[in-house]
């Protein structure tokens, strides 16, 4: 069993920062790729921002010089830093994680989403 446990949403006005934190519990070995996804009202779900392994990171275009990936595996944490938000940000946003169990399977885990309004 493996549970994704999503904190650090909120209201912020246009300008302001926010971060997202996503922690891994259970029967986790190692966690190869951390992704933050976003989903707006009456869109699809989008790719923001991905970390691998190795500390390798890809952002949306949308996204690029105001947010931040970041991972701790000591803690099995990753980390999404937003700066100068815009409304145009607002959604829930999810994380995802690539995890390898005890069975030697890696298995992509769903976080249970946290939203972030941005007021202008």
């Known amino acids: 069993q493996v549970q994704l446990v999503e904190s650090g949403g909120g209201l912020v006005q246009a300008g302001g920062s926010l971060r997202l934190s996503c922690a891994a519990s259970?029967?986790?070995?190692?966690?190869?790729?951390m992704d933050w996804y976003r989903q707006a009202p009456g869109k699809q779900r989008r790719l923001v921002a991905t970390?691998?392994?190795?500390?390798?990171?890809n952002y949306a275009d949308s996204v690029k010089g105001r947010f931040t990936i970041s991972r701790d595996n000591a803690k099995n944490t990753v980390y999404l830093q937003m700066n100068s938000l815009k409304p145009e940000d607002t959604a829930v946003y999810y994380c995802?994680?690539?995890?390898?169990?005890?069975?030697?399977?890696?298995?992509?885990?769903w976080g249970q989403g946290t939203q972030v309004t941005v007021s202008s």
């Open positions: 995802n994680l690539d995890i390898e169990g005890y069975d030697q399977t890696y298995r992509h885990y």
């Open positions: 259970g029967s986790i070995v190692s966690i190869n790729a």
């Open positions: 970390i691998t392994s190795g500390g390798r990171t």
